[in-house]
Every structure is written in C-alpha cells, then in structure tokens.
C-alpha cells in the first residue's frame, strides 16, 4: 500500500492542495478512518491512485450571484456548485443558502453526499451547492430574485442527465 496510514494519505494527498479548508479535511479523515482497514485487508482498492480520486471533486463550479433587492440596489452573492462524483450517476445533491456557506463546506457534503447517495444503490453521484445568501429578512420577491438569477448562471452546468440540484437549509419551506 502506498500510504502507511490516513495521516500519510492526508498529509500528501489533501492537505497539500486544501490545507486551507478544514471542514473538507474534517469530513476526508473521518471517511478515510472508516475504510483504512478494509484497505489495509485490500490494497488493490488503493491502485490507479483510486484513493486520489476519490478526495478530489470532479468539478468545482464558483459564480456570482448578482440580483435586485427592494430598494432597486444590485447586491452580489457568491454560489457554488461541487461536482464531486459521477461515477455511477449524475451528480445529485442540495442546495444550501445561508451566510456561512463556503466552498470548504460545499466539498465537505458533496464528498459526503457521493457516499450517501451510493448507498441508495440508485445511479446517483454526489454533488452540494449553496451560495452565501441570506433568505432571512428578505422579501419573497427578493428571495425569488436571487434565485431566479442563480438559476439563470447556473442552469450551463446543471441537467437531468448531468447534475440535479435539490433543495437543502435556506431554499424555501
């Protein structure tokens, strides 16, 4: 096996490229933990760098979100879009908006969602999305403004056969 331990996998293969993203870092370790010792039992899981792959989305998809508010003003949200995994399906995933999403948190479900949505034995991937917007305090037509612009830039990534988007905290309900 080429890593003598999670810590070694970590530290040369996640930490070096998302050191900054400890919420992603968090959720690889603990993942990683629970399979080291099938690994250890099966070590041809860790050949054509499986493992590798595996912590690494597939695409990351990070846009502005520019939309009106009630008082005429532009305000300008981030989004994002992790592709993570569409090995056995298209990405599936929610869509998540409150002020504290970021990109860390973003990889951090999407590689939790593949899982999540393997286990349903469905041909789904895994994916997560969200932008910093906050639904709270804004108007009903605010809120379908800025969604209505985040659709409108995110709709080039996104398909029945590519990625479908579901609802998560923030989006309604």
């Not at 990351?60 to 008082?71: E, H, I, N």
Request: glycine share 10%; proline share 5%.
């Amino acid at each position: 096996m080429k890593y003598a331990s999670v810590d070694d996998f970590i530290n040369a293969c996640v930490k070096q490229r998302d050191a900054h993203q400890p919420e992603f870092l968090q959720a690889v370790r603990e993942v990683m933990t629970s399979l080291w010792p099938f690994l250890k039992r099966h070590p041809e899981y860790c050949e054509d760098a499986l493992l590798e792959r595996l912590v690494e989305p597939e695409r990351v998809v990070q846009f502005r979100v520019s939309w009106v508010d009630d008082k005429g003003e532009v305000r300008v949200n981030r989004a994002w879009r992790v592709q993570f995994n569409s090995c056995i399906g298209p990405y599936k995933g929610g869509m998540r908006f409150h002020p504290a999403v970021n990109l860390s948190f973003r990889k951090f479900l999407g590689f939790e969602q593949s899982f999540k949505n393997a286990l349903t034995t469905l041909p789904m991937g895994g994916g997560k999305g969200g932008s910093d917007f906050d639904p709270k305090g804004k108007s009903e037509r605010e809120v379908m403004r800025f969604c209505q612009a985040l659709a409108t830039e995110l709709f080039r990534h996104i398909g029945a056969d590519t990625d479908v988007p579901a609802g998560d905290i923030g989006v309604g309900g």
